[in-house]
C-alpha cells in the first residue's frame, strides 16, 4: 500500500471492492481508528438493513461456499439461498424482498454474497468498526458515523497513534464474469448518498481536510441522482439485470431513501443494530 494511494489527506475515504477497502483500513488502521462503511445497494446491505429492521441477525458468509450449510447450523440459523432456487423451492435468498416476507419467522440468517459479504470479512479483520449501508438507511449510517468519529477521538489509550479517527467507505462492487471488479453505478450513488449524510452533519467542521477526493467524486455523484433514485436504479446495469430476470420488487426497495433508522453494525461476525439509533 502506497502512501499516496490512501486518501489520507481526507477524514472521509472512498474506494471500491475488497482489495482496496482491505488496503485502505489496514494502512489507515495502523496509524488510528477507522469506522467502515460496506455499500451494496444491489443487493447485500440493502438486504441486511431490511433483515435488522426485522430484528434478523445476520451472519454474512463467502459466496458459493459448501461450508455455510454447516456454518448456520452451528448457528442455529437460517441459510440464505439463491435468489433461483429460492423461486423454485422457496425460502430466503438475497432479495430482500425474501426477506421483509418472512420477518417474524426467522430471527438468525446466514446470507452469503458474492461482493459485500466479502467486503465485509475482510474490513472485519482489517482493525475497522464495520457497517452496512445503503440508500433506505443512509441518513442514520451518517448521524452513527459522526457519533463513532467523536467517540473515537475523546477516547483513552491513543497514545502512540499518529492518525485521527478515519471514515472508509467501501462501494462493493459487481464482478465480470472473469471475476474482475465491475464498478456499479448503484455502489458509487449509496456511497455518495451517506458521505452527503455525514458531511450534513459536519458542516461547522467542514475544509479541505474533510473529503477525500474520491468522497468528493462520489458526493457529486449523488447529487446528480438524488432526486431521480428509482428511474436511475431500474436504467443502472445492476438494476437492469434484476429486472430482467423477474426481481423489479428487489430494485424498487433498494431505492427507498432514508425509510430506516437502525444502522447495522458488525459484532462478533453478525449484523447487529447499533446500540443507539438516531
Not at 10 to 39: C, D, H, K, N
Not at 74 to 101: C, N, Y
Not at 237 to 266: I, T
Request: glycine fraction near 10%; charged fraction near 20%; proline fraction near 6%.
Amino acid at each position: 500500500m502506497r502512501d499516496s494511494w490512501s486518501q489520507d489527506e481526507g477524514t472521509i475515504r472512498v474506494e471500491w471492492g475488497p482489495v482496496g477497502a482491505q488496503s485502505l483500513v489496514s494502512y489507515a488502521a495502523e496509524r488510528g481508528p477507522v469506522v467502515a462503511v460496506v455499500v451494496d445497494v444491489l443487493s447485500f446491505t440493502t438486504a441486511v438493513s431490511v433483515a435488522v429492521d426485522g430484528a434478523v441477525t445476520v451472519w454474512p458468509y463467502r459466496w458459493k461456499d459448501d461450508s455455510a450449510a454447516a456454518f448456520a447450523r452451528e448457528h442455529d440459523a437460517e441459510l440464505a439461498v439463491g435468489r433461483g432456487a429460492a423461486k423454485v423451492s422457496g425460502g430466503i435468498s438475497l432479495s430482500p424482498l425474501s426477506i421483509r416476507d418472512a420477518a417474524g419467522s426467522v430471527e438468525r440468517l446466514v446470507l452469503p454474497s458474492p461482493n459485500g459479504s466479502t467486503v465485509t470479512a475482510l474490513l472485519d479483520g482489517a482493525g475497522a468498526v464495520v457497517a452496512a449501508g445503503s440508500l433506505r438507511n443512509r441518513s442514520a449510517v451518517g448521524a452513527w458515523a459522526v457519533r463513532e468519529l467523536d467517540a473515537l477521538a475523546a477516547a483513552p489509550g491513543r497514545q502512540g497513534r499518529v492518525g485521527d479517527p478515519a471514515v472508509v467507505i467501501v462501494p462493493a462492487g459487481e464482478r465480470w464474469p472473469n471475476g474482475g471488479l465491475r464498478p456499479a453505478a448503484e455502489d458509487l450513488w449509496g456511497a455518495g448518498a451517506i458521505v452527503d449524510a455525514i458531511v450534513t452533519r459536519l458542516e461547522h467542521r467542514a475544509g479541505p481536510m474533510l473529503l477525500s477526493a474520491e468522497a468528493a467524486v462520489a458526493l457529486a455523484a449523488w447529487s446528480w441522482v438524488e432526486d431521480r433514485v428509482g428511474p436511475s436504479l431500474e436504467a443502472c446495469a445492476s438494476g437492469r439485470e434484476l429486472v430482467d430476470d423477474g426481481y423489479p420488487e428487489d430494485v424498487q426497495m433498494a431505492s427507498e431513501v432514508d425509510v430506516s433508522g437502525r444502522v447495522p453494525v458488525l459484532v462478533d461476525g453478525a449484523f447487529r443494530p447499533a446500540a443507539s439509533t438516531p
